[in-house]
């Protein structure tokens, strides 16, 4: 019997996908363009599984080329590049991979915290670039972290284990998430507020929050003019939480002191974007899960939840499982 025909939108380790050799037939997409290549395109009407990256749109107009699709799998933990809902009303499951990046991508957030609150990023190119003569009593200056305030948007695992982190350096945290969580308070020392009053009384702003209807811009120019000018952003969520726009106006005109992003709208930026250009933002390129253990955690789930569709099982991490009540 032909093997089912599985979709991966890029190419990953075979060590990390060796639960599939023997049980599907992969065609595999290119390595370096975001997005399904026309090839896994004209592939759709025979393929039973996809398993794809958060840079690859499952819209309806892909399903509908997709008959027989029987699971999406994709291996990241966030999953706004699927429209859930045309996935649900054709009962096809979809998988993510929660939990195996919380680390990876909390530590991420505190090395962008701690690296934009001690300018390491221009800190070191001036001193590559000839600018360090002497010892500076007042050179690159950066933000205290004792006793400062971090403000965490989204209190959710990543959420919570950058409180982890952020207490260790004196830091007092606040939080706000559309649900009130009082173990947050116990657990974590952090305290609920609401986005207005977290905006007005961090130092610094991590961003932790899924993008959905509600988060989308929701860091726009009456946000960020609610901050202090000495407060510093964090984004390691989703790039169009933040209103790119708006956010370049506020970091050329100082209305707040810096931002660190892992995540960008659009992504990648398009080349010499101002971003890139402002003295006061440190980009990197959607690297938050980016660990070798980390990345073959979330390859070996995308897997298993992949397979277990495959095989018409319920996905052990399933994003809506609403298409199994009848
Ligand atoms: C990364 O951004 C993920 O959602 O896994």
Redesign the pocket.
């Known amino acids: 019997m032909a093997l089912p025909l599985v979709l991966l939108s890029h190419p990953l380790p075979p060590k990390w996908i060796s639960a599939l050799q023997g049980r599907v037939r992969l065609i595999v997409g290119p390595p370096d363009a975001p997005g399904f290549a026309p090839h896994l395109l004209e592939l759709l009407g025979e393929a039973e599984g996809i398993l794809c990256l958060?840079t690859d749109r499952v819209d309806q107009e892909l399903l509908d080329q997709a008959p027989r699709l029987r699971v999406i799998s994709n291996?990241?933990?966030?999953?706004d590049n699927i429209d859930v809902a045309a996935c649900s009303r054709r009962r096809i499951p979809v998988g993510?991979?929660p939990g195996i990046?919380t680390d990876a991508?909390a530590d991420l957030a505190m090395t962008l915290l701690l690296a934009s609150a001690r300018k390491i990023f221009s800190a070191s190119t001036d001193a590559r670039n000839g600018l360090w003569t002497t010892w500076s009593p007042m050179g690159w200056l950066g933000a205290d972290l004792k006793d400062a305030t971090l403000g965490i948007v989204g209190m959710g695992k990543i959420g919570k284990a950058l409180a982890d982190r952020a207490r260790g350096f004196g830091l007092k945290l606040i939080y706000t998430d559309s649900r009130h969580q009082p173990d947050a308070g116990m657990r974590y020392g952090a305290e609920y507020r609401s986005l207005d009053e977290l905006l007005a009384e961090s130092d610094f702003i991590s961003l932790h929050c899924p993008l959905t209807e509600e988060t989308r811009g929701m860091i726009n120019t009456a946000a960020l003019k609610k901050m202090k000018p000495s407060a510093i952003l964090i984004n390691?969520?989703?790039g169009p939480v933040v209103a790119t726009d708006d956010l370049v106006q506020a970091l050329s005109e100082g209305w707040i002191r810096a931002a660190a992003l892992d995540?960008t709208d659009p992504e990648p930026l398009p080349e010499h974007h101002p971003l890139y250009d402002l003295p006061n933002c440190l980009v990197l390129p959607?690297v938050?899960?980016a660990t070798e253990g980390t990345r073959r955690l979330?390859a070996e789930m995308a897997c298993e939840n992949l397979l277990a569709g495959i095989e018409k099982k319920r996905l052990p991490n399933l994003v809506n499982p609403e298409i199994y009540k009848s």
Do not use: I, K
């Open positions: 958060l291996m990241a933990v966030g999953y993510n991979t990046l991508t390691t969520a989703r995540v959607h938050g899960s979330m």
